[in-house]
């Protein structure tokens, strides 16, 4: 009996969204599978609460690892855990959130259980023979490439939050198991938590909300706080961002970023301003409902995937909108 396994990352008191997401592609992994095959959520540290969501979470079983180092966050020791889980559970394939905590994790338990990581996929399947095919983006987005790894267990998988949609059946109970993470004891942690900040947000995250309004590169450092007050004007609105405009330090939050190395979104009106285009971004834009870019060279590339485009000053129009709004 094969096992399939599933990160189930903390968000604050409950579980991060992507873990429902992935288990529900699990799910569908297990369908186009020959033999019987076993769903785990897999939870690292953790309280009653999230060990209860994840019993009604529709896995098979959910296994929770328990140590006292393991009660703050830390890549370092939540790694060795699961490195010791995998080596007595041997999983088939080990699907991870592309989060924050997921990109640290992830290749680090590939590399101590020596296998591979195929990270950002795009879309995960089985072909005949019971192989694993883990698509990934290449050259900036415009090639998709096919990782296979079957010689080398588990085969570890990373995929970003609001690709796959989470299954609305209704939830099922599964085994619920504690296991003391014995490779832990008496270790000491190269990495300390000094201090953990909560960044509270009127807005919603981006793979959740019906309206996003994305800066690029052209909208520029000064003009980057009108973003937010745009987004404010509208319910179940996020403020979303391109690589150029994290790396200038405009925008310090990483769950921001749309795109091949960021997160894929499903708003019903995407307005974009300031950006260029890049494929490694727009192939997380690819099913919006509708597209309004602002670009002041008329032959941007992203003009060629929006629904209307307005050919001019990405800070000159985010300024004029405010001036409207608060008339």
């Known amino acids: 009996m094969k096992k399939i396994f599933v990160y189930a990352e903390k968000s604050g008191d409950s579980i991060h969204p992507v873990y429902y997401e992935l288990l529900s592609r699990a799910n569908l992994l297990s369908e186009n599978m020959s033999e019987e095959v076993l769903l785990y959520g897999v ?3 953790g309280n009653g609460g999230h060990l209860k969501e994840l019993a009604a979470s529709g896995a098979d079983k959910v296994i929770q690892l328990t140590h006292s180092i393991l009660d ?24 991870v959130g592309s989060t924050v905590e997921g990109t640290e994790i992830a290749p680090t338990l590939g590399v101590k259980l020596k296998t591979g990581v195929a990270a950002h996929c795009m879309d995960l399947r089985m072909d005949e023979g019971d192989v694993f095919v883990q698509v990934v983006p290449a050259f900036g987005g415009k090639v998709l490439g096919e990782i296979l790894t079957p ?18 059946a209704p939830s099922g109970a599964g085994e619920t198991f504690s296991v003391h993470a014995s490779s832990l004891d008496g270790y000491k942690a190269g990495i ?42 509208f319910d179940r609105s996020a403020v979303g961002c391109t690589r150029p405009a994290l790396d200038e330090g405009w925008t310090i939050n990483e769950n921001t970023m749309i795109g ?16 260029s285009g890049a494929a490694h971004h727009v192939c997380g834009t690819s099913d919006a409902d509708i597209v309004i870019s602002v670009n002041h060279d008329e032959n941007a590339e992203i003009f060629k995937t929006s629904d209307y485009k307005v050919v001019n000053d990405a800070g000159k129009v985010l300024s004029a909108l405010i001036e409207q709004s608060s008339r």
């Open 43 to 45: 939870l690292v540290g």
């Open 72 to 95: 703050s966050e830390n890549p370092e020791c939540y790694s060795m855990a699961l490195e010791e889980l995998c080596r007595s559970e041997d999983p088939e394939i080990f699907l």
């Open 151 to 168: 010689s080398h267990k588990p085969q570890i998988a990373t995929v970003k939050p609001g690709l796959f949609q989470p299954d609305n």
């Open 192 to 233: 300390e938590l000094v201090e953990s900040k909560i960044n509270e947000s009127r807005l919603l995250p981006v793979e959740k909300a019906e309206i996003i309004v994305c800066g690029g590169f052209g909208v520029g450092e000064e003009g980057w706080p009108l973003l937010d007050k745009i987004a404010s004007n």
């Open 260 to 275: 091949t190395s960021g997160k894929s979104v499903r708003p019903k009106v995407y307005l974009g301003f300031g950006i």
